[in-house]
């Protein structure tokens, strides 16, 4: 089995910033990608923010400039780094990973979602 545990989520004016974090455990040989996606209400989920293992990342148009992606160096915990919120970032956020379990396959992993809201 495999777990990822989201934290960091909250309420904060526009402006002002919000660092989540996700850690990922449990039956792991190793994890290429993680993300986050955000689900805004009555809109589909999109992806914010991903990170492969090698470092390379991704970040969507509305985000880029404010928002930081990283990784821990034992790569199984990534964070994203708000900065100059605004209301339209409000969401559920979600972390996942791409892992590769001791069962020898790949695997896409979610985690509970946390909830982000910005007021105006």
């Known amino acids: 089995q495999v777990q990822l545990v989201e934290s960091g989520g909250g309420l904060v004016q526009a402006g002002g910033s919000l660092r989540l974090s996700c850690a990922a455990s449990?039956?792991?040989?190793?994890?290429?990608?993680m993300g986050w996606y955000r689900q805004a209400p009555g809109k589909q989920r999109e992806l914010v923010a991903s990170?492969?293992?090698?470092?390379?990342?991704y970040y969507t148009d509305s985000v880029k400039g404010r928002f930081t992606i990283s990784r821990d160096n034992a790569e199984t915990s990534a964070y994203l780094q708000m900065n100059s919120l605004k209301p339209e970032d409000t969401g559920v956020f979600y972390c996942?990973?791409?892992?590769?379990?001791?069962?020898?396959?790949?695997?896409?992993?979610w985690g509970q979602g946390t909830q982000v809201t910005v007021s105006s």
């Open positions: 990170i492969s293992g090698r470092g390379e990342t």
């Open positions: 449990g039956r792991i040989l190793g994890i290429s990608d």
């Open positions: 996942y990973a791409r892992v590769w379990t001791v069962a020898g396959d790949w695997n896409d992993y």
